[in-house]
């Protein structure tokens, strides 16, 4: 069995060193590769010194999804791994990620961090969503069987968020199985810059809109769902309005905000089960496009 290590960055150059570091010891004899899209941090002189990087990938656009595809792309592994550039392997890793994929198509696990207030992965999730069970996976520290990738052509590059969330619904539609293993963790030192985390509303709700409308059609458990995570997150906002944190005109503009790209993903949703009537729902995957990479830098 054959391994690609993908690891998507921007603009972290010491946390990317140390993730690379932790691969080198922890999951040596595996193919490793860089998308870097695209940094100004001196990422790219930090990677071109390293002798433990197989493949250095320049992108000029900055989303996740389309990072992730660009390594899948060039990776020439049977299994292909993706590791968060901020996150370490641990020892027990590998032979945790080889088990998992002896029993699944897909394996993931957690990634333990000291770090308050970080969006991680801590423990397995699994919800039922129009009678399909859906089994999430940790998207900075997870490993995919190659032909999985190629079914369902990789992730959706129209969500700017939630892109390996609308890869899980696709996994189950397509019943492919994703197993949990503590045993596979990785673990977060780094944490953001200490700011406030700001949600955005906008992509929030288009992109939840979108990848249940396309992944299930307009049905009335989706608009459910939709207008029930809406409701919340609108109590929760005006809760705050009480508590002086939030300004009852930024209330008002959230809400507008969540409407218009309610709507707006809605109509992507259902465009995008048009353009792919296929099951793997995909219509802006790998397959899409052809122009991702700036520069490739292939050493092996």
């Not at 150059?13 to 941090?41: T, W």
């Not at 333990?112 to 699994?126: F, H, I, M, N």
């Not at 996994?171 to 492919?176: D, E, K, M, T, Y």
Request: proline residues 3%.
């Amino acid at each position: 069995m054959e391994f690609s290590v993908v690891v998507p960055t921007l603009n972290a150059r010491d946390q990317l060193a140390c993730c690379l570091d932790s691969i080198a010891k922890h999951a040596s004899n595996v193919e490793v590769i860089v998308v870097n899209g695209p940094s100004s941090d001196g990422t790219t002189g930090m990677v071109r010194e390293r002798d433990d990087v197989d493949v250095l990938v320049e992108l000029a656009d900055r989303t996740i999804p389309v990072a992730r595809n660009a390594g899948i792309d060039r990776a020439n592994g049977d299994v292909v791994a993706f590791v968060d550039h901020m996150a370490t392997v641990t020892p027990g890793w590998t032979d945790a990620l080889k088990a998992g994929l002896d029993e699944a198509d897909v394996v993931t696990g957690p990634t333990d961090t000291q770090v308050d207030g970080d969006d991680v992965v801590t423990q397995s999730e699994s919800r039922s969503v129009a009678g399909r069970s859906v089994t999430y996976f940790n998207a900075g520290n997870v490993a995919f069987d190659r032909h999985v990738l190629d079914e369902l052509d990789g992730f959706d590059e129209y969500l700017h968020v939630g892109a390996s969330r609308d890869l899980a619904h696709r996994l189950a539609g397509q019943s492919f199985e994703v197993a949990w293993r503590d045993g596979m963790c990785v673990t977060r030192e780094f944490g953001t810059d200490g700011g406030k985390h700001e949600s955005d509303w906008g992509w929030k709700y288009r992109s939840l809109a979108y990848r249940l409308v396309k992944n299930y059609n307009l049905r009335p458990t989706v608009v459910r769902r939709l207008v029930g995570h809406a409701a919340a997150d609108g109590y929760a906002e005006f809760r705050s309005i009480g508590r002086g944190e939030t300004a009852p005109s930024e209330w008002f503009g959230s809400g507008k905000r969540v409407v218009r790209n309610l709507a707006g993903g809605v109509r992507a949703g259902l465009g995008a089960r048009r353009r792919d009537r296929t099951p793997r729902r995909n219509p802006w995957g790998r397959s899409s496009r052809a122009d991702r990479e700036v520069t490739v830098y292939d050493w092996r």
